[in-house]
């Protein structure tokens, strides 16, 4: 491997901090959201944890999914406290296969839920089976209920009735909008990253699939392994500095990627500058920057000058 080197970067300040002058690139992903209701939020969010599991990155899951946000009883269709999920996928038909499985297996077998349709003003060509798959689990027994111009299921289980819309809509939203978070070591870039996270988590209608909303082992397109898709961003691994084409900032000791998808352009917009603002109010950072492909991935760039520039 080739000694380091350290790329030059234009970078500009906010709070103090060096920002650099670059892009987010993401790209068209297909979305839906799901209200998940139960008897308490406990049930609820057990529920949407359950339903999130293996949900990080669509380079190895099927779809990316995270929980949104929690809902009062009068914000739900049956009036009971719930949890909204965001779940994103590359097609309509790989979404609904997933969801509706995730669906039967993980909110379908939880104690005292239902399952809601939370985009219904959807196009109906745009619309993806849930209940109409799952309903066949009623083996016979499953009742259909039209309420207006929505169809759900009451299918027959051992505490009751699971309550299920017949499908739930789909919009073309957008993912792999990130950041990353360069510090001096892994207390001071983990702290910036979490108070990152947590500002990007207030923005409506979007998500962060990641643990905790944060990334340590940043990906990049291919690898030295012919089977792999993607393998380790070793650009901005601190531990390769000296045998690598180093993207970090001298005395940077670590790293942290937030990934984060919404169901509309201006909503990543609005989360990866909520998260600039926030990362750049903490200590000990050497940089902010963000990933990109020079254009080759996805239509939607998001240059930080810009979104710093438009608050």
Same mark, same amino acid.
């Given at each position: ?32 959201? @799901? #209200? &998940? ?6 049930? *609820? =969010?057990? +529920? !949407? ?7 990080? $990155? ?120 990130? @950041? #990353? &978070? ?6 001071? *870039? =983990?702290? +910036? !990253? ?7 988590? $207030? ?109």
């Amino acid at each position: 491997m080739s000694a380091a080197t350290e790329t030059p970067v234009e970078t500009f300040e906010l709070n103090g901090v060096a920002i650099a002058d670059t892009f987010a690139e993401a790209f068209p992903i297909t979305a839906t959201r @799901l #209200l &998940i209701t139960a008897a308490s939020d406990e049930w *609820a =969010l057990i +529920a !949407a944890n359950e339903f999130c599991g293996f949900a990080t $990155s669509v380079i190895a899951c099927s779809v990316e999914a995270a929980i949104e946000r929690t809902l009062s009883g009068d914000e739900t269709p049956d009036g009971r406290p719930g949890i909204s999920v965001l779940v994103f996928a590359f097609s309509r038909d790989a979404l609904e296969v997933a969801v509706s499985d995730r669906v039967g297996q993980c909110v379908l077998t939880c104690p005292t839920t239902a399952c809601f349709d939370g985009l219904p003003e959807a196009e109906k060509d745009r619309r993806v089976a849930v209940g109409a798959r799952l309903r066949f689990f009623g083996d016979g027994f499953q009742i259909s209920k039209k309420l207006g111009s929505r169809r759900f299921w009451r299918i027959p289980v051992m505490d009751g009735e699971f309550v299920c819309e017949d499908k739930v809509g789909t919009v073309k939203g957008v993912a792999g909008g990130n @950041l #990353l &978070i360069c510090g001096v070591d892994q207390s001071s *870039a =983990l702290t +910036a !990253a979490q108070k990152a996270a947590a500002a990007m988590r $207030s923005v409506p209608d979007v998500i962060l699939p990641f643990p905790g909303g944060i990334v340590r082992s940043g990906s990049k397109v291919g690898s030295v392994y012919k089977a792999l898709k993607a393998s380790t961003n070793d650009a901005y691994c601190p531990t390769l500095t000296a045998q690598v084409k180093s993207e970090l900032p001298p005395g940077t000791g670590a790293v942290y990627e937030l990934v984060v998808d919404g169901l509309t352009e201006s909503a990543v917009g609005d989360a990866m500058r909520a998260g600039l603002y926030a990362a750049s109010t903490c200590s000990g950072l050497t940089l902010i920057t963000a990933g990109n492909y020079g254009g080759k991935l996805g239509k939607h760039h998001y240059y930080l000058k810009e979104l710093v520039s438009t608050s």
